[in-house]
């Protein structure tokens, strides 16, 4: 994968040296000696990764990281450092580096961390392709209605045969599947696009109000009645009418349904005047309105007429593949909406969502998601950034014993810097008792006085 590098440095032969290492693996490379004259050609030129020493006669690498973020945010940063600054370049990887190479470095260990570091922006790019893709789609009328399973793709289908007639939709499936979605795809598509979708949330009106919320009342016709008003089968008149939650509907708003959806035809409440109106009905339901006829709770012939046309609208956790299409979707929904920038997922953030089985679908998804972003401090959604319920789906975190410090090493530290950082980081705890420390890792102090100074000299 070629890409295009810049290398900044304060020490010639380092440059050089580098350079033609990348070079050589077909990589276009641009050298700096400085942050200034680094920084001014990432300002000119759309670079994918930034090689940059952690300190440079101008600039430190922390105020380096800072400023090509915000000049290239898609472009990776990795920093040269010598031991003795690790825990500080530890820090800068949590302010936005990828990764860092330790002085004097290996060839292998240098191509390696670069090889990852394309590798991670290049899958940014792409999800950022993907975004502009969503976004696209949302300019269609079933582009909100996100997922590539098989699942979702008979939904899609049934939909699009169906939208340009008029027949009577219902829509079934549980709480935060993407019902209301799928009612504003239909209309739409259909012929009656450009007249009213009127929306009927059967189950948030009370049942005293109910009636005359769909059929319009008089003035006088009861209590605080003052005007005259239209229900919301006269604004549909032409467009559609969508009945969410159709299946809390009382036996007697049930019986005056059906006559409209028979003939088109209504009573406001207090008028004698018969109304009529041409609208589409779909409807929706989280319960299985066979049971409810059984039961003696639905009127038999208003669920025929209402089930002309069936969508089954599947649970999450049977369309797992839809997920990560879902993640990607919601963060950036998300991000844009609270003014912040990410990269994605961790690997135990994507174990967590995956395993964790969405009892609230993908309405409970959205809201996890928001949850992560508001609550994210860095650029990765972790799983600790995610509800207690949805970390747990992947099993406990590992108990930390009491007063154990945790230290964080990027994937691909030579075993040698790893072995002086936690001797480094336990002379801290110990508060640079060795003996003490010696005995917390189980080797003798000889042993960190040779670990801690190879060349002869201490590492601060």
């Not at 090493?409 to 001797?423: A, F, K, Q, S």
Request: charged share 25%.
């Amino acid at each position: 994968m070629s890409a295009r590098i810049l290398v900044v440095d304060d020490e010639e032969a380092l440059r050089v040296s580098v350079a033609k290492i990348l070079s050589r693996q077909g990589h276009s490379v641009d050298v700096a000696g400085t942050a200034t004259e680094g920084l001014s050609l990432l300002s000119k030129h759309p670079y994918n990764l930034v090689l940059t020493d952690f300190r440079l006669p101008d600039l430190d690498g922390l105020e380096v990281i800072e400023r090509a973020r915000q000049l290239r945010p898609e472009a990776e940063v990795v920093l040269f450092t010598g031991f003795g600054s690790i825990p500080l370049a530890v820090q800068a990887i949590k302010r936005g580096a990828y990764d860092f190479v330790t002085k004097p470095f290996k060839r292998a260990d240098l191509e390696r961390v670069v090889a990852r570091a394309l590798e991670k922006q290049a899958l940014a790019a792409e999800n950022h392709r993907l975004r502009r893709q969503l976004d696209d789609r949302h300019k269609t009328p079933l582009g909100r209605i996100i997922g590539r399973s098989e699942a979702m793709a008979a939904v899609l289908r049934v939909v699009e045969q169906v939208a340009p007639s008029t027949a009577t939709v219902l829509i079934e499936g549980p709480s935060g599947t993407g019902k209301e979605l799928v009612a504003e795809a239909l209309h739409a598509l259909s012929p009656r696009r450009d007249k009213p979708l009127i929306k009927v949330n059967c189950g948030a009106i009370p049942e005293t109000l109910l009636e005359a919320e769909l059929f319009g009342h008089e003035k006088g016709a009861f209590t605080g009645a003052l005007a005259r008003k239209d229900g919301r089968f006269a604004r549909a008149d032409g467009g559609t009418l969508f009945l969410d939650e159709v299946g809390t509907l009382t036996l007697p708003i049930q019986a005056k349904l059906l006559r409209a959806l028979q003939d088109g035809t209504f009573e406001p409440l207090g008028s004698t005047r018969t109304l009529q109106a041409d609208c589409r009905i779909i409807a929706a339901t989280n319960t299985d309105l066979g049971r409810a006829v059984n039961a003696g709770l639905f009127r038999e012939d208003l669920f025929y007429r209402l089930n002309v046309i069936r969508i089954a609208m599947p649970p999450l956790k049977e369309r797992p593949d839809d997920i990560p299409l879902l993640l990607g979707h919601f963060l950036a929904l998300h991000a844009a909406r609270n003014r912040k920038s990410f990269d994605g997922f961790d690997a135990g953030a994507l174990k967590a969502l995956r395993a964790y089985e969405w009892p609230g679908n993908v309405r409970e998804l959205s809201h996890t998601v928001e949850r992560a972003v508001v609550l994210a401090a860095g650029r990765t959604i972790s799983r600790d950034d995610l509800p207690d319920a949805v970390r747990q789906a992947a099993g406990p975190d590992p108990e930390p014993l009491p007063g154990e410090r945790v230290i964080a090493v990027p994937v691909g530290t030579p075993l040698d810097d790893v072995e002086r950082l936690v001797i480094s980081e336990t002379l801290r705890h110990t508060g640079g008792n060795k003996a003490q420390a010696a005995s917390l890792l189980g080797i003798s102090a000889r042993t960190i006085y040779r670990k801690q100074a190879p060349d002869g000299g201490e590492i601060e």
